[in-house]
């Protein structure tokens, strides 16, 4: 049985993509690894890529004060993961097939934590674990039932995708009015979804 500190160790020599020659760390995850949440971002800032931890600049301090906020807990109590891995350059968005190539990881995380709700943030999580062309603002406000096949393994319908924001957007937005009531909203709704499947 392959656990998790395994599959860091594999990612933290990873030469899959181009990516990896220019990162400072490997940014695999963070946080609680049996955790009913988990967060899933798009990829390393120049903060994350540096301290090797995701959401640790200011969209990371957004989260965790919507966290806080709407759920009553910090980011010790979630697990909080990226699309990829490794910061692309400039914070240039991930080339698909960057995110085709990092995506083994993700399925695996996902298989190993085995979340309840998994909270995807922005459009490259979004899509990816939808397996959607759409945009985050249509697919946004309701939940959807994960069921991706990892490794023969099919993730049931008990492992509900809510889709929101990124907090980059929210902040860009000014962090208020609709983007940041958006990115409540849907905290609101995950919790309801923790709260119906750990019934
Ligand atoms: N944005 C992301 O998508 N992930 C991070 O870890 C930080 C900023």
Known sequence: MVDLAAVEREASVCTRCPLAAGRTNVVFGVGD??????????????????????????????????????????????????TVKCR???????HPS???????????QIELIEPRVIVTLGNFATRLLLDSTRGIKQLRG?????????????????????PTFHPSFVLR??????????????????????GVAAR
């Not at 692309?88 to 991930?94: A, E, I, L, S, V």
């Not at 069921?147 to 319908?157: D, I, L, M, Q």
């Open 142 to 162: 309701r939940a959807y039932p994960y069921e991706r096949a990892v490794s023969g393994k099919v993730s049931g319908p008990n492992v509900m995708v809510v």
């Open 33 to 82: 690894t049996s955790a009913d949440l988990m967060f899933v971002g798009e990829g390393p800032g120049r903060d994350e890529d540096l301290e090797g931890e995701p959401f640790v600049g200011r969209s990371g301090h957004l989260l965790d004060r919507v966290l806080q906020e709407e759920l009553g807990i910090g980011r010790d109590r979630v697990y909080i993961s990226n």
């Open 98 to 108: 960057e995110v085709a190539a990092c995506r083994p990881y993700l399925e695996r």
């Open 173 to 194: 937005s000014g962090g208020a009015g609709e983007a940041m009531a958006g990115l409540r909203a849907d905290l609101v709704r995950a919790k309801r979804y923790l």
């Open 88 to 94: 692309p350059p400039g914070n240039r968005d991930p």
